[in-house]
C-alpha cells in the first residue's frame, strides 16, 4: 500500500499514512534546536484494517528516512481518534535534512505552509 509519492509518512513499515497531519514547528532562539509536533486526525493507522503496534513515524524521501519514535494516541469518549508524534532535532544538519522533507512532504500533497512570527 505504498504510493508514488516523492515524500511520505509511515507508522506500519511499507504502509503509507494517507492521512495528512497538522505540522506545528518550534524553535529555539539561535535556531539550532527545537521539535515538529505531528497531529493526525483519524489517521489511518488507527483504524480496524491496519494491525500491530505502532512503533514511530518513518518520514521517507528521496534522501532517505527520518526516524521519531515520539508517538502517542489520543483518545476522545474512549475512542482513538488523534495520532501525535514529535521530532525533535538538536542541531542546524539535522533541521535542514528535516526542512528537506517538510518541503517534498508538501509538494507531495499539494499543501503550502504559512510562517507564524
Not at 518550534?26 to 505531528?38: E, N, P, V, Y
Not at 528516512?65 to 494516541?73: G, M
Not at 488523534?82 to 500533497?109: C, G, H, Q
Request: no cysteine.
Amino acid at each position: 500500500m505504498t504510493s508514488n509519492k516523492t515524500a511520505k509518512i509511515q507508522f506500519y513499515e511499507g504502509t503509507d499514512e494517507p492521512v495528512v497531519p497538522e505540522i506545528r514547528l518550534t524553535r529555539s532562539k539561535d535556531g539550532t534546536t527545537g521539535q515538529a509536533l505531528f497531529l493526525f486526525e483519524k489517521p489511518q493507522a488507527l483504524s480496524s484494517i491496519t494491525d500491530g503496534e505502532i512503533t514511530g513515524m518513518r518520514m521517507i524521501d528521496t534522501e532517505g528516512e527520518i526516524l521519531t519514535r515520539e508517538v502517542k494516541v489520543k483518545f476522545v469518549d474512549g475512542e482513538p481518534i488523534f495520532l501525535e508524534a514529535v521530532y525533535i532535532w538538536k542541531n542546524t544538519p539535522d533541521f535542514d535534512r528535516f526542512m528537506r522533507f517538510a518541503n517534498s512532504y508538501a509538494k507531495s500533497n499539494g499543501l503550502g505552509y504559512s510562517e507564524k512570527k
